[in-house]
């Protein structure tokens, strides 16, 4: 994957996450409703949780190719959208 599309997908990914679980939600807003679980509460707090997972997901499971080797490479704790190589270690 290109660093371009990592970061259209680190952006995308847990909005589109938020918004699946938005929609869940509201399928299962009657029950939710019935076991006196607030569903606004739901929707926000898991949204939220689930987007925060999504994107921890992709900054530490999805590979970059590296420019100079062709080998994986993971974006660098607190640079964003930095990635070091893991086979010769170049900094990309």
Known sequence: MSSSRHFVLSFFGPV?????????????????????????VTMLVGGLALAMATRWFVRNCVAVNCPFCGGKSYEIPDRGNRFMCRVCGKDH
Request: hydrophobic residues 60%; aromatic residues 24%.
């Open 16 to 40: 589109l996450a938020f918004g699946a679980f938005c929609g869940f939600v509201v399928t299962i807003w009657n029950w939710l409703e019935f076991h006196r679980i607030p569903p606004l």
